[in-house]
């Protein structure tokens, strides 16, 4: 009946003669699937003493009553663990020293590693988190209800905390708000970078931070010893574990693709029986001005990132001046491992062996801990609140020379409605006129964007004296990356369908098997970009095809995907948000085929492929400045490795790229067919065509669960 229902509602909006039957994520049918709504946690803190907050009773309810283990206890669990001592022996007999040194070396390595959890800097944090939280932001928004299902699940099995990660401020925020609600604080996996903080790295240690090396290489004791210690806390359930799935901040503000270490890690006690289930909750965090904004752009464009220090964080009091806007916290319902697991992983194979002896990962294992990181990060995506300049910044990306006001602000109410039909997470202010909205947000953003006789455009820094044509561009790009760290915010949203209409372009004809061909090409291409979970092509071909057709864009008589009268504004849209990633790969391409020496090695690749860009933009005939980024040129670099198309050699101490120019040049031209330059205009935006109406209807029948302040 819901199905029925449902096409006869696409009917009425479309006036379509003929339906095509898609397999549609629950999401988009579930009627009882809702997103809950948000408490301001800075609003008591402005009304009352921050000192009482910081020194009231804290008295956290553990995993099924455990009491509080010391941090010395819990490093005499490990050095005594038996997976520990076969560790330390094989490394005896493999390097020939006695095992009471090798032991004494696992002592020195934990005691590097291990927090040393104290409630009274825990206070002192809460005290000067307040200050600095009521300075930066206006509102600090967290979900209720998923606060009170995270205290629910860390009484019944041990909790794993999954923030996503885009600022230095995220594990801070994390503990501030877990505290602020008394719930137990998370032992935190931090880079090493860190301890070079004087007294600060020490305090992130006595607030819960433990400290891991980026990279083990094949260190065989610091792996064990490592791994033993998150699982001994995970299996004791002294405390919830957070860390971060995509292993470092994205510097783009696009989920990055998944680590996988630390997930096996945890999910590994449930596969050998240690623990009836392991609890995995999502947490997405969204800012609506990002700290470190500028700082992102100019290491995406080469420039070294700053050696964390304390004086580089005394250096950094200046931000306190600046408003950052709100910050929303959501907290996704706990993901048991358990069910998941159900069906896909044979647990029995696990009992063959001895426990405490380490075991590489069986196959079906990998894939499962692969599959479910790729469904964590979509959760996070799923649950990201979007602010109006999200929307503002994907118009202003694909109109650089600017655009009217008024424009701007017609465009901006039509992606709104874009957005909403496809069950976009926007937060938008209550009956605020659209002009309103739009100005408060150029205010909020004014280090990017401006406003001068009436039109919109990106602020370009002035130089403090003459300046080279190549500093010219880099300025001009670090305005365009900045700004894009906002657009990427949407691109979740956007990208199934975008790729659909990029491929609809594309294809030799409207046949829906041609036009699938080609949306799988892009989607095996973006798959470094952006989070396309393993082995979901055909879903996503479907859900895009969905979306298209709820919006109108697209009608599908039979066999064919046909674009509408009304559909090509919104088509038009979607090119031009691809459009700088299909640039990027193609000066890539053209880089590796024209350019690139014989003897090229990977350290080489990202300085010579950006300044051959710079070249081109120089002379005329590039006008995406997105290209200059490394992350950008990495990625395209990682599609062309998987798709065989350059190979890495080790010649001595060097990677080499090895070029398959045939290769290269075969998806050089398929990428130059993709594309297609193109701006919303706007004549383009038909009156009689509003999505916003199209949306609203859509959400009173259940269909779009959207979120709406």
């Keep these: 009946q819901t199905y029925i229902s449902s096409l006869n509602l696409c009917r009425r909006f479309f006036s379509q ?24 946690i800075l609003e008591e803190r402005r009304n009352s003493s921050d000192l009482k907050y910081a020194l009231r009773c804290y008295a956290p309810v553990l995993y099924k009553g455990v009491t509080p283990c010391k941090a010395n206890m819990l490093k005499n669990i490990v050095l005594q663990s038996d997976q520990l001592h076969y560790v330390i022996n094989q490394v005896s007999q493999e390097s020939g020293e006695a ?61 794993v905390l999954l923030p996503s990660h885009r600022s230095y401020m995220d594990f801070l925020l994390m503990s501030y708000i877990l505290y602020t609600y008394d719930l137990a604080l998370p032992v935190i996996a931090a880079g090493m970078d860190f301890m070079g ?22 260190d065989k004791l610091y792996w064990a010893v490592f791994s033993e210690y998150v699982k001994t806390m995970l299996r004791n359930g002294f405390a919830p574990i957070e860390f971060f799935l995509e292993g470092t901040r994205s510097r783009t503000c696009k989920s990055l693709t998944p680590k996988l270490g630390l997930l096996n890690i945890v999910i590994e006690p449930f596969f050998k029986g240690e623990v009836f289930d392991v609890n995995l909750v999502p947490v997405s965090i969204s800012y609506e001005r990002i700290l470190e904004e500028s700082l992102y752009a100019r290491e995406l464009l080469g420039v070294p990132k700053p050696k964390e220090s304390t004086s580089g964080l005394l250096k950094a009091r200046r931000i306190l001046s600046e408003d950052y806007g709100s910050i929303h ?6 993901v048991s491992v358990r069910s998941l697991a159900q069906g896909k992983v044979n647990r029995s194979k696990y009992n063959l062996f001895p426990r405490h002896i380490p075991r590489k990962p069986m196959e079906e294992t990998q894939s499962f801990v692969n599959d479910t990181a790729y469904r964590i990060v979509r959760l996070q995506e799923d649950n990201m609140v979007l ?50 909205v739009v100005s408060s947000s150029l205010a909020l953003h004014r280090g990017l964007a ?26 001009r790009a670090v305005s365009v990356l900045s ?95 691809l459009e700088p990633f299909l640039q990027g790969y193609q000066v890539v391409c053209r880089y590796l085929c024209e350019e690139a020496s014989e003897g090229l090695t990977e350290k080489q690749y990202i300085p010579a492929v950006r300044s051959f860009a710079v070249k081109l933009i120089l002379a005329g005939n590039l006008r995406c400045y997105e290209v200059l980024s490394s992350d950008m040129q990495k990625n395209a670099l990682a599609a062309l490795l998987r798709m065989d198309a350059v190979r ?62």
């Design 197 to 218: 903080m004087k007294f600060v790295g020490e305090m992130l240690r006595m607030s819960g931070a433990f400290f891991i090396r980026r990279s083990f290489g094949g």
């Design 329 to 334: 916290v959501y907290f996704g319902q706990p």
């Design 17 to 40: 003669s003929s339906i095509y039957v898609f397999m549609i994520p629950a999401k988009e049918w579930d009627p009882m699937l809702k997103r809950d709504g948000f408490e301001d």
């Design 450 to 475: 401006c406003v001068s006789g009436g039109r919109v455009s990106l602020v370009v820094g002035e130089p403090l004296g003459p300046v080279t044509p190549e500093e010219a561009v880099f300025n």
């Design 99 to 159: 095992p009471d040194i090798i032991q004494e070396e696992a002592s020195v390595i934990l005691e590097e590693m291990a927090h040393r959890l104290q409630i009274s800097t825990v206070r002192f944090f809460a005290f000067a988190l307040s200050k600095a939280f009521k300075t930066l932001f206006q509102h600090v928004c967290v979900n209720e209800e998923g606060i009170q299902r995270l205290q629910q699940a860390i009484q019944e099995h041990p909790v």
């Design 648 to 709: 890495k050699v080790k010649v001595a101490d060097h990677v080499t790229l090895i070029v398959n120019k045939m290769a290269v040049n075969s998806i050089d031209d398929i990428l130059g067919k993709c594309r297609m330059i193109s701006h919303i205009n706007q004549t383009q935006i038909s009156p009689s065509f509003s999505l916003i109406a199209v949306a609203e209807d859509l959400y009173r029948d259940g269909l779009t669960q959207s979120y709406i302040r």
């Design 387 to 436: 602010k109006p300049w999200v929307l503002m910044a994907s118009l202003l990306l694909q109109n650089l020379e600017g655009l009217e006001l008024s424009v701007l602000t017609e465009q901006t109410l039509w992606l709104r409605g874009l957005a909403l039909s496809y069950a976009a997470f926007l937060d938008w202010p209550d009956h605020a006129p659209t002009a309103k």
């Design 483 to 577: 700004c894009a760290s906002y657009r990427n915010q949407v691109l979740h949203v956007f990208l199934r369908p975008a790729m659909l209409a990029v491929a609809m372009h594309t294809a030799a004809s409207s046949k829906k098997n041609e036009v699938y061909n080609c949306f799988s090409f892009l989607w095996d291409v973006f798959s470094n970009d952006f989070i396309l979970c393993p082995g979901d092509t055909v879903q996503d071909f479907e859900e895009a095809c969905y979306l298209l057709v709820k919006t109108g864009a697209v009608q599908m008589p039979q066999q064919d995907i046909e674009m509408t009268d009304r559909g090509q504004p919104i088509l038009s849209f979607f090119n031009g948000l």
